[in-house]
């Protein structure tokens, strides 16, 4: 298995709602990543998780909360969110190690409106 | 890590090699230079990496030039699904440290038919 599962593709929720975004891999990474992509910019970093443990968080506010039960699934919790923070949101995932490239390999992302 | 400079937006014939370049002027010497492209609604995808040799896969070629301080990315025969945003980006290789995988703004690079 050499791909990252992101589910769902597509969310719509309003700004009192909660919800959440799940990735899986099976490949043995031990890094994780979330980013947001917002239409024709870049992905931007937002979490990065290292053998379970978040390792870095990009000073996102806390609507946004983060969650790693296991080295194979990486969970975004949303809560509360606004109208801007409808965007892509693509997992990653690399192999931490010493001999690591640590190449990403992204997931197709979760598209999210928030109403 | 170092910052990445990349032209906007490149046009290439369908068939043609595409070359894309990269400029990473800061780069020091324990950093790689990375491409991912990202086609239309689909997650970023790896294509190359290399430190100071020229690489090859069966995606594309990595030209690193000699002083380090540029790089140009290689497609040898460019098709329509090749159509995509380009993204350089250079970081160490830190092993078991912290990764912060930070995208510039990439080339918008069009195949034309």
């Known amino acids: 298995d050499t791909e990252v599962t992101q589910t769902p593709k597509h969310l719509v929720m309003g700004m009192t709602n909660k919800k959440s975004l799940k990735c899986e891999q099976h490949m043995g990474h031990r890094a994780m990543y979330w980013y947001k992509q917002k239409a024709k910019k870049p992905p931007e970093l937002m979490f990065v998780y290292s053998y379970e443990k978040l390792s870095i968080n990009e000073s996102v506010p806390s609507r946004f909360s983060p969650e790693c039960p296991n080295s194979s699934l990486l969970n975004l919790h949303l809560h509360a969110l606004q109208p801007e923070d409808s965007a892509l949101y693509l997992c990653?995932?690399?192999?931490?190690?010493?001999?690591?490239?640590?190449?990403?390999?992204f997931g197709a992302g979760s598209r999210l409106t928030v109403l | 890590d170092a910052k990445t400079t990349q032209p906007p937006s490149m046009d290439c014939a369908e068939g043609r090699a595409a070359n894309l370049p990269c400029n990473h002027s800061?780069?020091?010497?324990?950093?790689?230079v990375y491409w991912y492209r990202q086609i239309h609604s689909q997650g970023p995808q790896y294509i190359i990496h290399?430190?100071?040799n020229n690489e090859t896969n069966e995606m594309a070629s990595l030209i690193i030039t000699e002083d380090r301080k540029s790089s140009t990315l290689i497609l040898p025969h460019a098709t329509l699904r090749d159509t995509a945003v380009y993204y350089c980006?250079?970081?160490?290789?830190?092993?078991?440290?912290?990764?912060?995988?930070?995208f510039g703004k990439g080339t918008r690079l069009h195949i034309l038919p």
């Open positions: 800061t780069i020091s010497g324990n950093e790689y």
């Open positions: 290399g430190l100071k």
């Open positions: 990653a995932s690399s192999l931490q190690g010493p001999s690591g490239a640590n190449v990403l390999t």
């Open positions: 980006i250079v970081r160490v290789v830190r092993g078991n440290r912290d990764d912060k995988i930070i």
